[in-house]
């Protein structure tokens, strides 16, 4: 009940904020800096970003050694155990991109040419998955590997493979339902038409990324158009997040809202809240549309009320303070980096204060002995919960929690030298 009620006055202390951001400087707009409604506002980050950098690198330096078969890829470290479980690379597999990426981000970090050699052998494997249709995930598994690749170096052939991956995601647009077809009706029976899960708004920024690229205005044209339509009905009123919406693919009507990886249809699942927390903030980035902007921080705020003492979000944030129940560290981290970003896009001190400070609390958490994979395994961090309703990866080293609190950290060092 505490939580509900923080959040509303959290909701409505943000349409102020919002409606004076987008007034003049003679705004009369409320004064939301002396409104704070939770304590997480007020942390300063205790990190040494520099340090804890090193530490990332420390990490690699055993993965690496022991990453030798470039057709599997670091995905997960049991609890208890010290190494990463390798799978095999697959046109299905959704996490091909994140370990080639966090080294793309460490070469970013070091300028080591020993990095990037590191993230090329681990990359170019990966090539053949620009012809990838089968689902929305191409989005992930491409930029997120030869997306690092390109910013880096400039070559055309990894701008080339690029392109071709947003043509084969372009391919699942129904422009009846005004959104990317997230998962094939074959694997995901329980959905007979057309599915669109919240995770899918990160994959809008390889279009977004190729429409820049190319002058083709139709890639930013479909992303913004699922970005819109995810807006209107993927989300409940207090700006919850449903995971999964099934249209008709014939008319565009809603048919379904449910869970796939949440604890129930109408529960919120952390992880989804924070894909939503990234994807508008990057929306924004993309469009400077300011329904967009408002909308990030609706997501933000609902993320940061959700949230426990430590600031590390339960799998489900119906189940915080529940006995038993895991944490979802890569939830934090997502989140942690789309605040950081969020921050460093708002023009008035308060919101960029907030949403840093916000970003900062989070990370203390993260860096502390509670979450660190420090002297325990050879990620950066533990305690991160992929699908506990299919009893998968359960408090557990994920990859991606991994490379977004990598791109958190970047970010925010980033954000240090701007401020």
């Keep these: 009940m505490l939580q509900k009620i923080i959040l509303f006055i959290a909701l409505g202390l943000l349409v102020g904020v919002n409606s004076s951001c987008m007034q003049s400087a003679s705004s009369k707009g409320k004064d939301t800096s002396k409104q704070e409604m939770s304590p997480i506002f007020q942390e300063e980050l205790n990190v040494n970003i520099e340090q804890e950098m090193k530490f990332c690198e420390g990490q690699l330096k055993k993965s690496v050694a022991l990453h030798t078969d470039f057709e599997t890829h670091p995905r997960l470290i049991e609890s208890g155990e010290e190494h990463w479980k390798m799978p095999e690379n697959g046109v299905l597999v959704w996490t091909v991109g994140f370990y080639p990426g966090i080294l793309w981000q ?5 300028k080591n040419e020993y990095w990037k050699e590191e993230a090329l052998k681990r990359t170019l494997p990966l090539e053949p998955y620009k012809y990838n249709k089968e689902h929305h995930d191409v989005g992930f598994m491409m930029y997120c590997s030869y997306g690092q690749a390109y910013r880096l170096t400039g070559k055309k052939e990894y701008r080339d493979v690029l392109i071709e991956s947003a043509n084969s995601l372009i391919t699942r647009y129904n422009s009846k339902v005004g959104t990317i077809k997230s998962w094939s009706n074959e694997l995901h029976p329980q959905w007979k038409q057309h599915i669109t899960i919240i995770d899918n708004m990160l994959n809008l920024e390889l279009l977004f990324w190729a429409s820049k690229e190319t002058g083709n ?3 930013r ?4 158009k699922h970005a819109e339509t995810t807006m209107k009905h993927h989300f409940r009123n207090d700006y919850s997040c449903y995971h999964v919406v099934e249209y008709d693919e014939n008319t565009g009507a809603v048919r379904n809202k449910n869970t ?7 529960s919120v699942w952390a992880r989804g809240q924070a894909w939503a927390v990234y994807g508008y903030t990057m929306v924004y980035r993309e469009t400077k549309d300011p329904k967009f902007l408002d909308f990030a921080m609706k997501m933000s705020e609902r993320f940061i009320a959700g949230l426990p003492e430590d600031h590390i979000p339960y799998w489900d944030f119906d189940l915080t303070g529940k006995k038993g129940e895991p944490r979802d560290a890569s939830a934090a981290a997502i989140a942690a980096s789309g605040m950081v970003e969020l921050s460093s896009l708002l023009t008035k001190p308060e919101l960029k204060e907030r949403y840093c400070k916000a970003a900062d609390a989070i990370l203390n958490s993260l860096a502390s002995p509670n979450y660190s994979a420090k002297g325990v395994n ?6 991160s919960t992929g699908a506990k309703p299919q009893r998968h990866e359960i408090d557990v080293a994920l990859v991606y929690a991994d490379y977004y609190y990598l791109e958190a950290l970047r970010r925010r060092k980033a954000l240090t030298i701007e401020m």
């Design 260 to 266: 796939s990886q949440g604890y129930a249809d109408e």
């Design 106 to 110: 460490m070469y970013d970090v070091t």
């Design 221 to 224: 044209d479909i992303a913004v």
């Design 217 to 219: 205005s139709v890639y």
């Design 378 to 383: 050879d990620a950066f961090l533990l305690h």
